[in-house]
């Protein structure tokens, strides 16, 4: 997935509407300023706001062979079995403020997506386990693998997912993208040990989430 001067695809065209409305202010102000002047700084406000919530800095990190990526940017919320024999799940609340793309927390190849549609409860709330989401399950070496969900929240209901089944993954790679405010868990196998814990702060790409 490309990324445009720093920003995920989506956001260019709002980015740019918000500018070309602040523009619009701009000459509006010419003839009245009562009247372009709100447009103006709505305008830039939105701009703003869009160029914020849509960046997608690039993440370098190098983890090693054994190492699990976090795939998302947020706080934990949980980390324990939720009834699926053999399968942990780390829950990752998502803000507005919070980077919002998804990456791959092991290399390997996308063996499965999965859209569902749901309810849209708040994404830090339990219930939104049960919001419109959509799976992505990618396999690694040895048998490996890993389930990154990405979840909806209450305001904005979008999911974009990057990868195809059948596609082939680096560690670290975009995978997808959820809107404003959201929630993303991940399943893993009990074999794996799991780094992170509820509260902790965590960074896609760059924390490390657990070990094989």
Same mark, same amino acid.
């Given at each position: 997935?490309?990324?445009?001067?720093?920003?995920?695809?989506?956001?260019?065209?709002?980015?740019a509407?918000?500018?070309?409305?602040?523009?619009?202010?701009?000459?509006v102000?010419?003839?009245?300023?009562?009247?372009?002047?709100?447009?103006?700084?709505?305008?830039?406000?939105?701009?703003?706001?869009?160029?914020?919530?849509?960046?997608?800095?690039?993440?370098?990190?190098?983890?090693?062979?054994?190492?699990?990526?976090?795939?998302?940017?947020?706080?934990?919320?949980?980390?324990?079995?939720?009834?699926?024999?053999?399968?942990?799940?780390?829950?990752?609340?998502?803000?507005?403020? $919070?980077?919002?793309?998804?990456?791959?927390?092991?290399?390997?190849?996308?063996?499965?997506?999965?859209?569902?549609?749901?309810?849209?409860?708040?994404?830090?709330?339990?219930?939104?386990?049960?919001?419109?989401? $959509?799976?992505?399950?990618?396999?690694?070496?040895?048998?490996?693998?890993?389930?990154?969900?990405?979840?909806?929240?209450?305001?904005?209901?979008?999911?974009?997912?990057?990868?195809?089944?059948?596609?082939?993954?680096?560690?670290?790679?975009?995978?997808?993208?959820?809107?404003?405010?959201?929630?993303?868990?991940?399943?893993?196998?009990?074999?794996?040990?799991?780094?992170?814990?509820?509260?902790?702060?965590?960074a896609?790409?760059?924390?490390?989430?657990?070990?094989?």
């Amino acid at each position: 997935m490309e990324v445009y001067m720093g920003f995920a695809p989506a956001g260019i065209k709002l980015i740019a509407g918000g500018v070309a409305a602040a523009a619009v202010g701009g000459i509006v102000m010419a003839w009245s300023r009562g009247l372009g002047m709100p447009v103006l700084f709505l305008g830039l406000f939105f701009a703003a706001f869009s160029a914020y919530f849509f960046r997608d800095p690039e993440r370098d990190r190098v983890f090693a062979p054994g190492e699990i990526a976090c795939p998302a940017d947020g706080t934990v919320m949980s980390v324990k079995n939720e009834g699926t024999p053999g399968i942990t799940v780390v829950r990752i609340f998502l803000s507005v403020l $919070n980077v919002h793309v998804q990456r791959a927390p092991l290399e390997g190849k996308i063996e499965k997506t999965k859209y569902t549609k749901g309810t849209f409860a708040i994404a830090y709330k339990p219930e939104a386990s049960t919001n419109e989401r $959509n799976l992505i399950r990618i396999g690694g070496e040895y048998g490996r693998f890993v389930e990154v969900e990405q979840i909806t929240g209450s305001i904005a209901r979008r999911i974009a997912c990057y990868v195809k089944e059948g596609e082939s993954v680096k560690i670290g790679q975009r995978i997808g993208m959820i809107y404003f405010g959201s929630q993303v868990a991940v399943y893993l196998p009990e074999t794996a040990r799991v780094l992170v814990k509820p509260g902790d702060k965590v960074a896609g790409a760059e924390t490390l989430l657990g070990l094989w």
